[in-house]
């Protein structure tokens, strides 16, 4: 059972090159979702999703796409990185629930740096 | 809209104090409160939520309806509990998964 799975780890880009940080998880979990960590901002949310074929805008959504064309799989990806973008990047999953909050899986994050 | 602040961007306390992370929460309905932390090196993970109302590695935290506040308490910190440390607030309602996080807190705890 290896959880959230994210890739890559480390990435470099240069402004205006596209790429997609993938996800993945194991647990059947119909929630996912991307956040954003900034130092002094905390973790922001930038898209999920509550089942396959479902996703919807976080906080700061601008700049990135997402699909979910299976429970197991998230990726995110941008279509023309600005240095703006220069972040850690998490992905988290959970059992969804509109009468309760669930407890989120976190990926071990992707850094990225925009150039 | 929903919103979690913690005012302590940086906490440092020294090993056997009493420490105390804020956190203030602005939700018009019945929320949920959540402390996420992250070890060095680690995944972000679950400390404690507030329904469960449980200790978790000797913290606890309560929610005051009247204050919106859920603050982290531990009356004596561990070199080991120094980490970044997120409130985190999920509203009724909304797919229930869908957190708001605070914008978290370094806390050193120091020999």
């Known amino acids: 059972n290896a959880g959230v799975t994210q890739t890559p780890k480390f990435q470099v880009l240069k402004t205006g090159q596209s790429m997609t940080l993938q996800c993945a998880q194991d647990?059947?979990?119909?929630?996912m979702s991307w956040y954003r960590q900034d130092p002094g901002m905390g973790l922001r949310l930038i898209h999920y999703s509550v089942g396959a074929g479902i996703t919807d805008q976080g906080e700061v959504p601008n700049g990135y796409n997402v699909s979910r064309s299976t429970t197991e799989d998230f990726p995110l990806r941008l279509l023309s990185a600005a240095p703006s973008q220069t972040s850690v990047y998490f992905c988290?999953?959970?059992?969804?629930?509109?009468?309760?909050?669930?407890?989120?899986?976190f990926g071990a994050g992707s850094r990225l740096t925009v150039l | 809209a929903q919103r979690v602040t913690q005012p302590e961007k940086l906490l440092s306390v020294f090993k056997g104090a009493p420490v105390e992370l804020k956190c203030n929460y602005s939700y018009s309905g019945s929320p949920e409160l959540f402390w996420y932390v992250q070890y060095s090196r680690q995944r972000l993970q679950l400390l404690l939520r507030h329904i469960s109302r449980e200790s978790i590695k000797g913290f606890t935290a309560d929610l005051n309806k009247g204050e919106t506040s859920f603050h982290l308490k531990k009356p004596f910190a561990q070199e080991e509990d120094s980490a970044m440390y997120y409130c985190?607030?999920?509203?009724?309602?909304?797919?229930?998964?869908?957190?708001?996080f605070g914008e978290g807190t370094q806390l050193t705890v120091n020999p």
């Open positions: 647990m059947n979990h119909e929630y």
């Open positions: 985190a607030l999920s509203g009724r309602g909304t797919s229930g998964s869908r957190l708001t």
């Open positions: 988290a999953s959970s059992s969804h629930s509109f009468s309760g909050a669930n407890v989120l899986t």
